[in-house]
């Protein structure tokens, strides 16, 4: 369940439908497959409306900008207002005009000093990257080689019943997925 940063946000449409199944989110990794975040159907849930024409014009990594950094950055919300505009969607183009005037989504990344600990530190030399935007929040990962306690422990504390399994560069090579 992952998806290239510049592949059409409405093709995360089956992934999310899916992850609600399992309770987890869709990868989003970039051209070398290494993990820039996650869409998350909870995350979507919070979202107004307007979030529907994001999803219908933008790539999965812009999507991923809008809805996770505390609110749609104004050059993405013009973006989508200029790609419904060109299909002449004025319906939706009004809707986001209405929601574009103040909603906002609240995420916090909370930080674990029991990370190094397990061996999972090293996260932070790239999961902070993205081509257009900071994230408030971040995608809870392991190594292939992380004991299964340390990923429990992991998806305890952080209340998550999936963690991502990346290489040591941060290339995606799984998903843990905690029943």
Avoid at 32 to 47: A, H, M, R
Avoid at 54 to 62: E, M, P, Q, W, Y
Avoid at 83 to 89: A, H, I, V
Avoid at 121 to 129: L, N, P, T, V
Wanted: proline residues 3%; contains cysteine.
């Amino acid at each position: 369940m992952a998806l290239h940063y510049d592949d059409p946000a409405s093709s995360a449409l089956p992934f999310i439908s899916r992850s609600l199944e399992i309770q987890a989110s869709v990868a989003i990794v970039d051209s070398d497959g290494k993990l820039v975040g996650e869409i998350s159907p909870f995350t979507l849930n919070y979202c107004d409306e307007d979030v529907a024409a994001a999803i219908a014009t933008l790539s999965a990594g812009d999507l991923l900008a809008y809805v996770d950094c505390g609110g749609p950055p104004e050059d993405l919300v013009q973006l989508v207002k200029k790609r419904l505009q060109e299909r002449n969607l004025e319906q939706a183009l009004e809707l986001v005009e209405e929601y574009s005037s103040g909603a906002s989504i609240s995420t916090s990344y909370s930080s674990s000093s029991s990370d190094d600990e397990f061996g999972m530190g090293r996260s932070a030399r790239w999961m902070g990257y993205s081509a257009r935007a900071v994230r408030r929040s971040e995608a809870i990962v392991c190594y292939p080689w992380s004991s299964l306690v340390a990923v429990m422990i992991q998806a305890l504390t952080r209340r998550v019943s999936y963690v991502w399994v990346v290489d040591d560069d941060g290339t995606l090579a799984g998903i843990y997925i905690v029943l």
